[in-house]
C-alpha cells in the first residue's frame, strides 16, 4: 500500500494539493509588478513618448533661457540706474567737487562707458578633425582642441598686467567682482552663458597691451597649441572704441556663520 503522504490519490490531503509551487507564485508576482510599472510609465507619459517628448526640455536649454532672462534684467537694472542717476544731478544737493568725486568712483568701478584706443583678442576652439601640425607632438585629443578657463583668465590677466584701464568680455563689462569661468565648451560670465568664439576688448596703450600679451608665460604655452594643433588666435588693433559700462548688480554677498 502506498503512503498517501506520498501519493497524489483520493487519499492525499486536499489542501496540500491545492497550493501553487514556489516558482508559480514567483511568476504571477513578476507579472504584477510589470503590469503595475506599465501602468505607472502611462499615466506619467500621459501618452507621449517620455524620451522624445519636446515638452522635456534639456539642460543646456534651460541654461540659455536662463541667460536671456538674466540679460533682460540686466538691461532692465541699467535703465533703472540711468534714471536714478538723472535724478541725482538735477537734485542740486552736492558739491561741484562731489559729484567730481562721484564721476571718479563711478570710473574707477567701471560703471562708465570708457572710450579710447583698444586691442581685441579672439580666441576660438580648433577644427574637430584637427592634427598635429609639427613633428614630435602627440594627436591631440579633444581637451586640447577647446579653450579652456586658463586660457580666458590668461589673456584677461595679461591686458590688465599691460595697463588696461577698462576690459571687456564678449558684451559685458568686467569689474572687480567678475569671475570668468567655463562649464564644458561654455563660458559663464555675470549670469550670461556663451559658446566660442570669445572675444576680449581692452582699453588702454595699444604697444603696452600687446606686449603684454606676448610676455605672458601661459599665453606662450597657448601659443604651442595654437601652432600644432591649430587652437583660434587673433589680435587686433580696433583704434577709438567705446566700452559699455558694467550694468548688472555690485552687491557683495558673502557666506555668514550660523547662530
Known amino acids: 500500500m502506498s503512503n498517501s503522504a506520498d501519493s497524489p ?11 501553487l509551487p514556489p516558482a508559480r507564485i514567483l511568476t504571477v508576482a513578476v507579472f504584477a509588478l510589470a503590469g503595475l510599472l506599465f501602468i505607472t510609465s502611462f499615466n506619467t507619459a500621459k501618452g507621449t513618448n517620455i524620451r522624445t517628448d519636446t515638452s522635456l526640455l534639456k539642460l543646456s536649454d534651460l541654461v540659455h533661457e536662463r541667460s536671456r532672462k538674466n540679460k533682460d534684467l540686466d538691461d532692465s537694472n541699467a535703465a533703472l540706474r540711468g ?7 538735477s537734485d542740486g544737493g552736492g558739491t561741484r567737487a562731489q559729484d567730481e568725486k562721484l564721476s571718479g568712483l563711478e570710473a574707477g568701478a567701471g560703471t562708465r562707458p570708457l572710450k579710447g584706443k583698444a586691442v581685441t583678442v579672439t580666441l576660438n576652439d580648433a577644427p574637430p578633425n584637427a592634427t598635429a601640425k609639427l613633428p614630435g607632438y602627440p594627436e591631440p585629443q579633444p581637451d586640447y582642441l577647446v579653450i579652456h578657463q586658463q586660457d580666458l583668465q590668461a589673456v584677461v590677466n595679461a591686458l590688465w598686467n599691460g595697463g588696461a584701464k577698462g576690459i571687456k568680455v564678449m558684451d559685458q563689462r ?16 555675470q549670469g550670461r552663458v556663451y559658446s566660442p568664439p570669445y572675444k576680449i576688448t581692452a582699453v ?3 604697444g603696452r597691451l600687446q606686449k603684454a600679451l606676448a610676455d605672458s608665460p601661459a599665453i606662450q604655452n597657448y601659443m604651442v597649441y595654437v601652432n600644432v594643433y591649430g587652437l583660434g588666435w587673433k589680435v587686433t588693433e580696433d583704434g577709438t572704441t567705446t566700452l559699455p559700462g558694467y550694468n548688472g548688480a555690485v552687491d557683495l554677498h ?3 556663520p550660523v547662530a
Open 9 to 19: 490519490g483520493t487519499g492525499a490531503d486536499p489542501g496540500r494539493a491545492r497550493r
Open 83 to 89: 534714471d536714478v542717476e538723472s535724478l541725482a544731478r
Open 174 to 189: 568686467l569689474i572687480s567682482t567678475s569671475a570668468v569661468r567655463c562649464v564644458g565648451n561654455t563660458l559663464i560670465l
Open 204 to 206: 588702454g596703450d595699444p
Open 254 to 256: 558673502y557666506a555668514e
